[in-house]
Nanobody, 121 residues
Framework: QRQLVESGGGLVQPGGSLRLSCSDS???????IGWFRQLPGKERLGVSC????????YYADAVKGRFTISVDNAKNTVYLQMNDLDAEDTAVYYC???????????????WGQGTQVTVSA
């Protein structure tokens, strides 16, 4: 069974940066890997995704220009570089295998434990 494991979260000051990693145990369809974030009691929202084959990407408006998604297929790992973080980026971040194209990203029924990102002074 395909498994994706998130890592790299932590506490960072406003304006700081973090890089999240998503280790993917498989390379089957869907080829897209998406990052999502969720606050307690809130809906899980898509942040960004990348197609591992085409490397096409999608970004939600809230993170455009600040977050960059990339993939290292040799390591089966997708990265989310997050810059200029602010308190509104505080959330648990999850990755999942989802359909992905520049117009948007799908969702998943399977989730890992996620990684906590806290932006605070």
């Amino acid at each position: 069974q395909r498994q994706l494991v998130e890592s790299g979260g932590g506490l960072v000051q406003p304006g700081g940066s973090l890089r999240l990693s998503c280790s993917d145990s498989g390379s089957t369809l869907p080829y897209g890997i998406g990052w999502f974030r969720q606050l307690p009691g809130k809906e899980r929202l898509g942040v960004s995704c990348i197609n591992r084959a085409s490397r096409l990407t999608y970004y939600a408006d809230a993170v455009k220009g600040r977050f960059t998604i990339s993939v290292d297929n040799a390591k089966n790992t997708v990265y989310l570089q997050m810059n200029d973080l602010d308190a509104e980026d505080t959330a648990v971040y999850y990755c999942a295998a989802v359909p992905c194209d520049p117009q948007g990203m799908g969702t998943s029924q399977s989730w890992g434990q996620g990684t906590q990102v806290t932006v605070s002074a």
